[in-house]
């Protein structure tokens, strides 16, 4: 059975830092693109690609409105993605979903999703 469990979302205060994880099982991990979604409140139809990182993890891709400020980690021996997250702003306030993907073969794995709560 496919699972991702993302965890680490909770309450921050603006300029502060999370870190998001995202535990994989039931899938090849390793031969999979992983990504970040956000889904900010008021945006139910908009689900913005935060970031992305390769299969190897030699690759890595990021909104603009991220770049510099998250950073994109992966654990193949761990089955495990991150998102580490500084500087927050009230922008970051979302739920967050980690996503599997082999788009070429019409793959794609989606977790529940965490709470992100960027206030002081």
């Known amino acids: 059975q496919v699972q991702l469990v993302e965890s680490g979302g909770g309450l921050v205060q603006p300029g502060g830092s999370l870190r998001l994880s995202c535990a994989a099982s039931?899938?090849?991990?390793?031969?999979?693109?992983m990504s970040w979604y956000r889904q900010a409140p008021g945006k139910e139809r908009e689900c913005e690609l935060v970031?992305?990182?390769?299969?190897?993890?030699?690759?890595?891709n990021y909104a603009d409105s991220v770049k510099g400020r998250f950073t994109n980690a992966r654990d193949n021996a761990k089955n495990t993605v991150y998102l580490q997250m500084n500087s927050q702003n009230a922008e970051g306030t979302a739920v967050y979903y980690c996503?599997?993907?082999?788009?070429?073969?019409?793959?794609?794995?989606w977790g529940q999703g965490t709470q992100v709560t960027v206030s002081s």
């Open positions: 996503s599997a993907a082999r788009k070429l073969e019409y793959l794609e794995y």
């Open positions: 039931g899938f090849t991990f390793s031969t999979y693109v």
């Open positions: 970031a992305s990182i390769s299969s190897a993890g030699g690759n890595t």
